[in-house]
């Protein structure tokens, strides 16, 4: 199994940019696709981006194209969620995750391993 962490969340104004990360330990990182997902306060569980084993395919939620990166560094059993020109409606936990399935995963029941989440607002 792998176990993740989060980082790199925290308060942006609307417009802003930032970088999440997510540190894998455990087993070898590159075995899984790598997924972001957020949650809002009322709100369900929602799918952003997910990325390939190798990097070279990714899949984001039409919320965020254009406006969000998924991308991963193997070597460093990291995973990374570029967010630029945020908005309000932005403003939720994101979780990393990973499944052994493939990038096209979009359902969180098909992710069986998470991190704790990290807080990302965006004020008007």
């Known amino acids: 199994q792998v176990q993740l962490v989060e980082s790199g969340g925290g308060l942006v104004q609307a417009g802003g940019s930032l970088r999440l990360s997510c540190a894998a330990s455990g087993r070898t990182f590159s075995y899984y696709a790598m997924g972001w997902f957020r949650q809002a306060p009322g709100k369900e569980r929602e799918f952003v981006a997910a990325i390939s084993r190798s990097g070279r395919n990714t899949n984001y939620a039409d919320s965020v194209k254009g406006r969000f990166t998924i991308s991963r560094d193997n070597a460093k059993n990291t995973s990374y969620l570029q967010m630029n020109n945020l908005n309000t409606v932005d403003t939720a936990a994101y979780c990393c995750?990973?499944?052994?399935?493939?990038?096209?995963?979009?359902?969180?029941?098909?992710?069986?391993?998470w991190g704790q989440g990290t807080q990302v607002t965006v004020s008007s």
């Open positions: 995750a990973a499944t052994d399935g493939g990038y096209s995963n979009t359902r969180y029941r098909e992710y069986a391993y």
